[in-house]
């Protein structure tokens, strides 16, 4: 294990010495993915200059016509010649078993001379040692925010022999060198791209993970995959079981809700929600279209937006009141208990027209106006 | 009708020799061999498996193979099974059951995976299918105890009826009394996923004890502890059994004949259920232990100790179901204990916590894979891994088939030298050459990818999450993977680029799901327009999605390629892509 230690110290040294300049790729060190920069990663983002490769493009370009017609746009030539896999073949990306690959002296030898992190080391037909060390990678290409120049150079020198896509570690010595930058760790992880929408990581628990009191953490939607029978079946253990740990009610809760007239059921989870406000707004866009008696064709339902005022009409009016049924089967007025009660004892939804719901106590009906 | 070829062999023959091929990859090359063998061949086809029931339509089968006896069909996409499809997105197997009661009065056996089943069609197949046999609702919902009590009161063939992990509404009405008492077929029976008052006991009891035939039998919760020993001494020849709640005051004559219960069953070879177990009354299985290949543990809440305990008496056990609790040192038992192990899954007790709650690491698993030489299948879920821990996994484990990890904090790096997990999964691969299905987790560049496109040959199924960093990720995949057939994508920066170049590829693979990805609308479209076998469906319950501008990236694509065309059956909030798209919408 002493050679790739020894690069990783002298990455680090290097690094701390000469950090993204010597790439002048405009990276900021802390970047662990250079991510922020690319974070929009759209195709928008892939502008720059393939033209530098056309020299490695014709050969390539040819084999993965697979695209469309009309959609042969040049980067994708370019990123395609970049995986050029005959060429990947030669050169050893693969740290894994230098001994068995029978391909990694030259690796090897390169890690000792020196794991330079820097872009003009990737000309050097150096690649990559057991995990510790990344030479530049073709997704520079997609850094929306960097210079043009950059993916150029990038592009030509990231093929050490075009031996395919590296990742780039810019001062990415992180690995055992806590010492040389603490907070990188931390930067790396926060600045993770974010494909699209959606996800709610809390990065400073990311970051924190070993402190003591991580704040109420922002779930990310349906993670980890486990299935639904299986977290209600472990929730209701747990509550049986007493394994009170400060854990704040079920993981999940999703009951189903129905709506006179709609065609079928949605499911939501209870436990996303902190008060009957929410929920109630929640389910007035779930069920917008159907209020609105649009759920044919397609384009025709939305095309407006409601506003929000105009739905809670619409559902707290003489139209629609929310009813739930509860453990004992028996069909309440939404609202009448405090919410957590509610979460504990509400086993469907169901939005009800105005007129059917008349059988319900008026009081409680009042009440689930008030409160509403 | 059948011609006879100068030097074929008679249809008789034929026949005859075909009735030998069972598995459908080769049902299907013998069809493709002339024209006289696809003819001979889809005559006597019994047997049906379609993976996405959207792929083709009823009418096209049935044209195709008049002689059906079983038929197989799936639904949704993998990825409902966690709640990612919205409600109402399709699936229903009405239209398929309508077709196949007049096209197959015969019909013998269905098997749904993730379908909207309804009463009607419970209603449909009880009426129709004079000599049915096998009902199978794996993970399906829509339907009733009414339903099942129409199946159970004509079903007089019935053999084997299991609702794992279906959603069933409970209607009341003690469905299991509409066994008529001379019914006496059954063979397989599971209701485990059934709540908690849809079962009547001593409708059960009666049921049990005059079917002598029974070897399968999974009780749901409701059933309590000491219900099991007269169940298990009317059925001794059960050879899989699934308990219901396991927990019951401790009391030494209960115990006693639940011991005894259990080692009367001779046969038993497979447990499950543990619900709320008791760990006191655990050694009640020990008698049953040496024989046991197949234990699910994944409800129980019991204690590493426990657990240890228990596995040093399953010397035989090929495939352990286990929570989190197991941790590192029961995996370490389990590794000495259990040499014979094929597959493994370790469920989170706490998914959704933050703070770790039980010591459960990497090194469960390698322990497990250092030691068990012919571990096949890992589900693994846990919250810290190492690059040295994989490679370590696919060196020792070359023989994997299915290696499925889930690091529960998204993107988490190497936890020892805080690099991303490409060379560890990396390693999978390249040692792994029979690996069929991946699902990668942890912090992953593109490169990882890389190493999948290039190694990966045997794929078929792969899950991505949170990792990647640009469309070069999935080209690698869409390019390299030989045998890919599903790929399913939650947040990751893919997007057109990749998709466009390797369209025709998705002709050849039964299914993509992506999901909070970087895919344009302009793409789908430009997909469904340009692909007439690739049904492009983008799913989004914000609104429709050309209300927004081309560029901007669909919530939810499902695409899949058929020979049906279009569906017409989608919920308000699903589009489909194809030519008459900007049409329709104008």
Request: proline content about 5%; charged content about 25%; aromatic content about 8%.
């Amino acid at each position: 294990m002493s050679p790739p230690l020894l690069g990783v110290e002298e990455e680090v040294q290097s690094n701390v010495s000469s950090p993204s300049v010597d790439c002048g790729l405009g990276l900021k060190e802390r970047n662990y993915l250079g991510l922020s920069d690319c974070s929009s990663v759209d195709s928008s983002a892939v502008s720059s200059s393939p033209d530098n490769n056309k020299n490695n493009l014709n050969l390539k370009a040819t084999e993965l016509r697979l695209g469309l017609p009309g959609s042969q746009s040049p980067e994708r030539e370019t990123e395609l010649c970049l995986l050029n896999s005959g060429k990947l073949d030669e050169k050893p990306l693969f740290p894994l078993l230098p001994s068995k690959d029978g391909i990694c002296p030259s690796s090897q030898k390169n890690v000792v001379a020196g794991n330079k992190r820097g872009f003009s080391d990737t000309m050097d037909g150096f690649s990559e040692v057991k995990g510790y060390a990344y030479a530049e990678k073709s997704w520079m290409f997609h850094d929306a925010g960097s210079d043009s120049e950059s993916p150029q150079t990038v592009g030509h020198g990231k093929y050490p022999g075009n031996s395919g896509a590296n990742v780039i570690l810019s001062a990415r010595s992180p690995g055992a060198q806590a010492s040389v930058k603490k907070d990188e760790p931390a930067n790396v992880l926060q600045k993770q791209p974010h494909a699209t929408n959606g996800i709610n990581l809390k990065q400073t628990d990311i970051s924190n993970n070993k402190s003591s009191a991580p704040a109420a953490k922002a779930q990310v939607v349906g993670w980890p995959p486990v299935r639904s029978f299986r977290t209600k079946t472990l929730a209701t253990s747990s509550k049986n079981n007493d394994e009170v740990d400060g854990k704040p009610g079920p993981a999940a809760l999703f009951v189903k809700v129905s709506m006179d007239g709609a065609p079928y059921l949605r499911k939501v989870d209870l436990t996303t929600y902190s008060t009957y406000g929410e929920l109630s707004s929640a389910l007035e866009k779930m069920f917008s279209c159907f209020t609105l008696g649009q759920c044919g064709s397609h384009g025709a339902a939305g095309k407006e937006i409601l506003s929000q005022s105009k739905l809670k009409d619409l559902l707290h009016g003489s139209e629609y009141v929310l009813t739930y049924k509860d453990k004992d089967g028996d069909w309440m007025l939404v609202g009448d208990v405090p919410w957590e009660m509610f979460v504990g004892t509400c086993k469907r939804l169901k939005i009800m027209k105005g007129s059917d719901a008349i059988g319900l106590a008026p009081r409680a009906m009042e009440k689930s106006r008030v409160t509403n | 009708m059948r011609k006879k070829m100068a030097c074929s062999l008679p249809d008789e023959v034929l026949e005859h020799v075909f009735s030998f091929i069972r598995s459908d990859k080769d049902r299907n090359a013998v069809s493709v061999v002339c024209k006289s063998w696809y003819e001979m061949e889809r005559w006597c086809r019994r047997r049906l498996f379609i993976g996405n029931c959207y792929a083709v339509s009823p009418r096209m089968v049935i044209r195709r193979f008049p002689e059906v006896r079983s038929i197989e069909l799936k639904g949704k996409p993998h990825f409902a099974d966690y709640n990612w499809v919205p409600d109402g997105w399709g699936g229903y197997v009405l239209p398929w059951i309508v077709e196949m009661v007049g096209a197959y009065p015969w019909l013998e056996e269905i098997r749904l995976k993730r379908m909207v089943v309804t009463d009607e069609c419970l209603e449909h197949i009880a009426k129709s299918f004079k000599n049915f046999k096998v009902l199978v609702l794996f993970s399906c919902e829509g339907f009733s105890t009414d339903g099942l009590a129409a199946i159970a009161a004509s079903c007089k063939n019935l053999r084997e009826l299991d609702l794992r992990e279906s959603d069933v509404d409970d209607l009341g009405g003690h469905w299991l009394s509409h066994f008529p008492e001379t019914y006496t077929s059954l063979v397989s029976l599971n209701i485990s996923c059934l709540g908690s008052d849809e079962v009547s006991l001593s409708a059960l009891e009666r049921l049990v004890g005059r079917c002598t035939n029974l070897r399968t039998l999974r009780l749901n919760r409701a059933v309590p502890l000491d219900k099991i020993a007269y169940i298990l001494r009317r059925a001794p020849q059960l050879v899989d059994f699934g308990t219901g709640t396991y927990s019951a005051d401790l009391q030494t004559d209960v115990f006693s004949n639940l011991a005894g219960a259990f080692y009367s069953c001779k046969e038993l070879r497979s447990l499950s259920g543990f619900w709320d177990v008791v760990p006191a009354y655990l050694p009640a299985i020990y008698p049953v232990c040496s024989r046991l290949t197949s234990l699910n543990l994944s409800y129980a809440t019991i204690q590493s100790p426990d657990l240890i305990k228990l596995l040093r008496h399953c010397p035989s056990l090929q495939r352990l179901l286990v929570l989190d609790y197991i941790e590192d040192s029961g995996l370490e038992a389990l590794s000495s204990s259990c040499k014979d192990l094929q597959e493994l899954r370790v469920f989170p007790s706490d998914p959704f916590g933050v703070e770790r709650n039980v010591s459960l690491t990497e090194l469960g698993l390698v322990s497990v894979c250092l030691a068990c030489p012919k571990l096949q299948s890992v589900l693994y879920f846990c919250r810290q891994m190492s690059n040295a821990a994989l490679v370590t996994i696919a060196q020792n484990r070359p023989n994997l088939t299915r290696f499925r990890l889930c690091i529960i904090e998204p993107r988490t790096a190497d936890y020892l030298t805080l690099e991303p997990l490409d060379v560890g999964f990396g390693a999978i691969v390249e040692h792994c050459k029979d690996l069929r299905r991946l699902s990668l987790s942890g912090l992953l560049t593109d490169r990882v990818f890389e190493y999948i496109g290039r190694y990966a040959k045997k794929l078929e199924m792969l899950s991505v999450a949170f990792a990647g960093e640009s469309d070069l990720g999935l080209h690698h995949v869409l390019s390299g993977c030989e045998s890919l057939r599903k790929l399913e994508i939650r947040d990751s920066p893919f997007g057109d680029k990749a998709l466009l170049a390797n369209s025709a590829k998705l002709e050849t693979m039964r299914s993509l799901w992506m999901s909070s990805c970087s895919v344009s609308f302009g793409t789908c479209k430009l997909l469904g327009q340009k692909m007439s076998r690739l049904n492009v469906e983008v799913i989004d319950e914000c609104g429709p999605p050309d209300s927004r501008p081309d560029v901007c990236p669909v919530n939810k694509l499902y695409i899949y390629r058929s020979v049906a065309g279009p569906r017409f059956d989608m919920p308000p909030f699903v589009w489909t892509m194809d030519e008459d798209y900007a049409l329709r919408d104008s």
